[in-house]
Each structure stands twice: as C-alpha cells, then as structure tokens.
C-alpha cells in the first residue's frame, strides 16, 4: 500500500514537470521598444515591428487583436501578421481570410509589424501622437497572451503633454451656435481640408454647409506663418 501511495505521487510530479508547460504562458517578446518610437514628419509610413517566440514545448496556433480607441484622428493604423490586413480591421478572426500564425516549440518570428499612416485621412502628413495596443493570444487558450502598447510618435510633438497643448487650437467648432470661431485671426486665410482631401477656403458664410466631421486646417497668416491642426466639427 505504502510503496502504491509512492507510486501515485510519483506519477503526478512527473505528469506536472512534463506537462507544466500548459499551465503557463506560451508566449514573449524577444524584440520590442522600451518606450515611445519617434518618427519624421516625411516618413512614408511609421512602423514597428515586434518578434514573438513561442516559449512553450507544443506548438501555438497565434492570433493578433489591435485596439485603436487611443489613435490620433489624423491617423490610420493597421497591421501585419504574416499577411496584412487593411485599415479597419482590428481583429483577424472577424474576417474571411484571417488567420493565425502557427508557432513552434521554441519558434521565435519577425512576421509582426504595426503600422501608422500619418497621410491617409488629410493625403497630407499630419503630426501626433497614436497609441495601438495589441494582444497576442493563443487559439486554443485566449488567457495564454501577451500584450503591449506602442507609442508612434510622429512629427514635432516630443510628448503627450506637448500634444494636448498643441490641441489648444487658434480655431474651434461652436456646436450651439454652428459657427467656426476664428479669434484674432481677422487678417488670415483659413482653408479647410475634408476627409475626402477636397480644399477650400473657409468664410463665416460656408458654416452651415459644412457637415459633421473631422476636417484638416491650414491658417495662413499674414506674416507667412503657416498654422494647420485638425478640427472636429459637430452638428
């Protein structure tokens, strides 16, 4: 009886030493950034690209979320995880065509890479800051993951203190009045840029024909300065 009691817990600790590995984390990153990415102005594209080693004995079948609720609204993101999915889609899974990547044991890849578009909403580069967050999951367990925050940083503005300080705009939308107000601004050229990248000079008289949305600016002031920013108009 006692050398069947031995037996038993025997069996368990070699049973839990050689199957350990699925009570625990299958995935890490062996390449990420340590803080915010800055990017010129005149980049075509911001990206980083992150590796992703499967650290577990069994092989992991591995998909990719992305959460772009933190995104400058100048901005695009999308991403690539071996194939590249377009703007918009945020999870593979909801798609025809999406798929994971299969990992092997000890499997390190570069095949991730996140990308920022600083020209796709105005089709001219617009600066700010865009934070992604992506979680890396296993198909077979959603609590076995690895998650980050990337920071693309594109442009002048060296922090996100600096961004909500540059939103102090010279122009704003009044949405009780539905009027563009322009303080100290009356001998400078607005123009307005729509999301479509139709461009036009802006007046108090074109107000009620503009329609809710986000529109680029460009201020033009007399001196030469140039000001441009982004503004959300809403009815």
Known sequence: MKNNRYSIALFFLLFLATHSFSFGQSLEF?????????????????KINLHVKNISTSPVKVWVTMDTTKISPAHRAYFCWEQCYSFGVVDARDI??????????????????????????????????SILDFAFFNEEDPSDRISISLTFNVGNVSSVHDQLASEVSPIFWNSTTNTLVTPNLTESDIYLTDINGSQSKYDQAQASTLTTGIYGYQIHEKNGKIQRGVLTVIR
Do not use: R
């Open 30 to 46: 062996t390449k990420s950034p340590n803080g915010p990415v800055n990017f010129d102005l005149d980049v075509e594209v911001a």
């Open 96 to 129: 025809a065509g999406g798929k994971p990547i299969t990992l092997k044991p000890g499997q390190d890849t570069s095949a991730f890479t996140a990308y920022v578009d600083h020209y796709a909403v105005f089709n001219e580069p617009k600066e700010g800051i």
